[in-house]
């Protein structure tokens, strides 16, 4: 088993290595695993990019990040920029189709709302505003209208995706379905596994939630 000064340094290591971070500007701590973020950003990209960094640490089995969004003078965007800059955006990618999606900001926090079939359109949506210059934070808010499948097709729709990735162990995971929600169960060897078998459980058709209690075990 790995020692929270070993993950530390690695997370220390990997973070100097990224072109675009500079290191001096996040706090990390780390206990029994679990890694505690701070500091000061002026792009909520690159919070997001730093979060999924650290999620591929081997030894990490959870993220608590309090980073904070900040803006200096010349990239301050208000409001209304945003919301246009996000309308133009989606019209610009395939994933999202037209007229679908709502798009509130205040104070430069981005709500999404809207109905859409698919979870990749709505994954699409999230990357889409989380990217765009000005942005404090995101709430994906959309929701999914699929069609009618019964629980246990979604079940064995799920359970042969995980099978063919590389990524997700599908004999670890138990997975209970009901109506359009999923529920995954069991251990994964990483962050990274755990958010994988999360978002292939999503991805299926007919699944609207994914209560997610895979445990990370080292």
Known sequence: MRTDAQIKQDILDELAFQPNINETQIGVVVKDGIVTLTGLFFSYALKIAVVQIIEKIEGVKAIAEGIKIGYLSNLNKTDTEIANAAINAMEWNDS???DKVIVEVDNGWITLLGELEWAYQKDAVRQI???LSGVKGVTNSITL???ALQPE?????????????ALVDALSITVETTRHAVKL???VQSVTEKKEAEKVAFNALGVYAVQNELRVDH
Not at 155 to 165: D, G, L, M, Q, V
């Open 96 to 98: 999202v189709p037209n």
């Open 129 to 131: 505003a989380e990217n």
């Open 145 to 147: 209208n699929q069609f």
């Open 153 to 165: 097709d979604i079940k064995e729709k799920i359970t042969k995706a995980f099978k063919r990735s």
């Open 185 to 187: 169960t069991g251990n």
